[in-house]
């Protein structure tokens, strides 16, 4: 007999064998908008199925009376619902639903794209984007560049974001709207897919990290061409997700220009990435619709690996990938940081003729309203100056109050822009930050190719902060690949906002590390 796993009482997953009883509405509907708090927003309803996780099924008559009444139960909340497959089972069905909340602010998914140059990253994103076709020239890769130069390349720079949107009834919002714009796309979706599009060149590996490490992704899209396969920065992109726990699904890309055999020995290159004893993935080609609900079901995990085989140009694939986006759950629980106190690390700053500074970045945590005072800082004598936020905006749309998980941007005043610096921390008026010169991290290498003593230097990223730091003490000297140790790693240039349990990703040349936070040190020699 078939048979899920038994039922959590936590999670977004509610199993039920049949709802038929009108009389149950109400429960039933407080028991969804439960399940719903815990996805972020959305739950999936195993109809046919015990508690323990067999699947019975049920006949279609029934089926059509218990699909009723979880739809009259999530009209209370109010909320949408959709079946996404049937599962047959001997003469009976279990049906598998999705549910989505439709009030209230849309869920965000952030997810960066990573990959070598030119493996249509950029492309892929504007195709679903803006409703069009790749011309092979470049066409949807220019509507989404920052800079003229990376039209000119066809090579991304610099770090850029961009909206897909989906309604209650899962459909592109982007495409409903004759030139979609991102205010209109935040404003009439129901869930958002925050597309962080990152340079795929060597020389920009510095920015695309920034990126990775900033906006606290939930996934990661590795983008690989068919017709070239995983080289260059690709596995080097891929090993610095993993690296951080990001879950991966990947998609492979002009595949109207591979041929069978290339295609063939692509796919064959990425499920051999994936199933490395360091990454320890299970690669799965998707094929269908089943397959698309059991690979968005089973991502939170980060064991499973959905591959998606598209063309920009042709556009095969792409309705696959797009519900495999449309299902995809939150993965950062947002709901439970929003009573801690206000934190955002300044991502891009602007000085902007008639309103002055303005900044912007992920809340990571708290929320912040028009007229609240908060710290910015440290400066580079290790200071932290008092700001009011003047006004907000998030995703280009005007608001009184913005709340962690949202992409804000706040005008400022009392500091000048040039005190301002990317890395800087804004923090809640009661936190009363220190600065920090120095901090103990325990610290993996991942490669280094001779040996790690004291001395030694490399760059440091800590969300949008990136710096220079030192090696001034070491529980295990030297450090190879793969050992792991505690170290005191000393900031040169100024200090940082660095509380503990932080992530820190370290970078020099071929060298990667990955590490933790144990310590702070509020004094430059590290006392």
């Not at 325990?442 to 230097?457: C, S, V």
């Not at 792991?484 to 992530?503: E, M, N, S």
């Given at each position: 007999?078939?048979?899920?796993?038994?039922?959590?009482?936590?999670?977004?997953?509610?199993?039920?064998?049949?709802?038929?009883?009108?009389?149950?509405?109400?429960?039933?509907?407080?028991?969804?908008?439960?399940?719903?708090?815990?996805?972020?927003?959305?739950?999936?309803?195993?109809?046919?199925?015990?508690?323990?996780?067999?699947?019975?099924?049920?006949?279609?008559?029934?089926?059509?009376?218990?699909?009723?009444?979880?739809?009259?139960?999530?009209?209370?909340?109010?909320?949408?619902?959709?079946?996404?497959?049937?599962?047959?089972?001997?003469?009976?069905?279990?049906?598998?639903?999705?549910?989505?909340?439709?009030?209230?602010?849309?869920?965000?998914?952030?997810?960066?794209?990573?990959?070598?140059?030119?493996?249509?990253?950029?492309?892929?994103?504007?195709?679903?984007?803006?409703?069009?076709?790749?011309?092979?020239?470049?066409?949807?890769?220019?509507?989404i560049a920052r800079h003229p130069h990376e039209i000119v390349s066809g090579r991304t720079s610099a770090i850029s974001t961009t909206l897909v949107g989906f309604d209650k009834d899962g459909k592109i919002v982007n495409k409903l709207i004759p030139t979609p714009s991102e205010d209109e796309v935040y404003i009439r979706s129901s869930k958002i897919v925050c597309f962080v599009d990152l340079a795929g060149h060597e020389k920009y590996f510095?920015?695309?990290?920034?990126?990775?490490?900033?906006?606290?992704?939930?996934?990661?899209?590795?983008?690989?061409?068919?017709?070239?396969?995983?080289?260059?920065?690709?596995?080097?992109?891929?090993?610095?997700?993993?690296?951080?726990?990001?879950?991966?699904?990947?998609?492979?890309?002009?595949?109207?220009?591979?041929?069978?055999?290339?295609?063939?020995?692509?796919?064959?290159?990425?499920?051999?990435?994936?199933?490395?004893?360091?990454?320890?993935?299970?690669?799965?080609?998707?094929?269908?619709?089943?397959?698309?609900?059991?690979?968005?079901?089973?991502?939170?995990?980060?064991?499973?690996?959905?591959?998606?085989?598209?063309?920009?140009?042709?556009?095969?694939?792409?309705?696959?990938?797009?519900?495999?986006?449309?299902?995809?759950?939150?993965?950062?629980?947002?709901?439970?940081?929003?009573?801690?106190?206000?934190?955002?690390?300044?991502?891009?700053?602007?000085?902007?003729?008639?309103?002055?500074?303005?900044?912007?970045?992920?809340?990571?945590?708290?929320?912040?309203?028009?007229?609240?005072?908060?710290?910015?800082?440290?400066?580079?004598?290790?200071?932290?100056?008092?700001?009011?936020?003047?006004?907000?905006?998030?995703?280009?749309?005007?608001?009184?109050?913005?709340?962690?998980?949202?992409?804000?941007?706040?005008?400022?005043?009392?500091?000048?822009?040039?005190?301002?610096?990317?890395?800087?921390?804004?923090?809640?008026?009661?936190?009363?930050?220190?600065?920090?010169?120095?901090?103990?991290?325990?610290?993996?290498?991942?490669?280094?190719?001779?040996?790690?003593?004291?001395?030694?230097?490399?760059?440091?990223?800590?969300?949008?902060?990136?710096?220079?730091?030192?090696?001034?003490?070491?529980?295990?000297?030297?450090?190879?690949?793969?050992?792991?140790?505690?170290?005191?790693?000393?900031?040169?240039?100024?200090?940082?906002?660095?509380?503990?349990?932080?992530?820190?990703?370290?970078?020099?040349?071929?060298?990667?590390?990955?590490?933790?936070?144990?310590?702070?040190?509020?004094?430059?020699?590290?006392?």
């Amino acid at each position: 007999m078939k048979r899920f796993g038994r039922e959590s009482e936590t999670g977004p997953v509610e199993y039920k064998l049949r709802v038929d009883d009108p009389h149950k509405i109400e429960k039933i509907a407080s028991q969804m908008k439960y399940r719903l708090n815990e996805g972020g927003g959305e739950a999936w309803y195993e109809l046919g199925v015990t508690d323990d996780g067999e699947l019975i099924g049920i006949p279609p008559e029934i089926a059509m009376k218990s699909i009723e009444n979880l739809r009259k139960a999530a009209s209370l909340i109010p909320a949408s619902l959709k079946v996404i497959r049937k599962i047959r089972v001997k003469d009976r069905f279990v049906y598998e639903i999705y549910i989505r909340r439709i009030a209230g602010d849309p869920p965000i998914i952030t997810i960066p794209t990573i990959g070598n140059v030119d493996s249509g990253k950029s492309t892929l994103i504007g195709v679903l984007a803006y409703n069009i076709l790749d011309d092979g020239r470049g066409s949807a890769m220019a509507l989404i560049a920052r800079h003229p130069h990376e039209i000119v390349s066809g090579r991304t720079s610099a770090i850029s974001t961009t909206l897909v949107g989906f309604d209650k009834d899962g459909k592109i919002v982007n495409k409903l709207i004759p030139t979609p714009s991102e205010d209109e796309v935040y404003i009439r979706s129901s869930k958002i897919v925050c597309f962080v599009d990152l340079a795929g060149h060597e020389k920009y590996f510095k920015t695309s990290l920034r990126g990775v490490c900033a906006y606290k992704p939930d996934y990661a899209m590795f983008v690989v061409a068919a017709n070239a396969g995983p080289i260059g920065m690709a596995k080097e992109q891929f090993g610095v997700a993993v690296s951080l726990r990001i879950p991966i699904f990947c998609v492979i890309t002009k595949i109207d220009l591979a041929s069978e055999p290339r295609l063939s020995r692509t796919l064959e290159e990425v499920s051999k990435i994936a199933k490395l004893p360091s990454v320890n993935k299970i690669p799965y080609l998707v094929k269908g619709m089943d397959d698309v609900a059991v690979s968005a079901k089973h991502m939170t995990s980060g064991r499973i690996m959905p591959i998606f085989l598209v063309s920009n140009k042709t556009g095969s694939g792409l309705d696959l990938l797009s519900s495999f986006l449309n299902l995809l759950p939150p993965r950062n629980e947002w709901a439970d940081k929003i009573d801690k106190p206000f934190k955002m690390y300044v991502e891009e700053k602007f000085n902007i003729t008639g309103i002055g500074p303005v900044v912007h970045g992920l809340i990571l945590q708290g929320s912040v309203k028009v007229g609240d005072d908060v710290y910015i800082g440290p400066l580079s004598d290790g200071s932290f100056e008092m700001v009011k936020v003047k006004s907000i905006e998030v995703h280009r749309v005007k608001v009184d109050r913005a709340i962690a998980g949202k992409h804000a941007c706040l005008a400022l005043k009392n500091i000048e822009y040039r005190k301002i610096e990317k890395g800087m921390s804004l923090l809640d008026a009661e936190i009363r930050p220190e600065a920090v010169y120095a901090v103990d991290v325990n610290l993996f290498i991942l490669n280094h190719p001779t040996m790690i003593r004291r001395g030694y230097e490399a760059v440091a990223h800590i969300m949008s902060a990136r710096q220079t730091v030192k090696f001034v003490r070491m529980s295990k000297e030297p450090l190879r690949t793969g050992d792991t140790a505690t170290v005191r790693l000393k900031f040169l240039y100024r200090p940082l906002y660095v509380t503990k349990g932080d992530k820190i990703v370290l970078r020099e040349g071929r060298t990667r590390a990955i590490g933790i936070v144990e310590k702070v040190y509020n004094t430059w020699d590290g006392s």
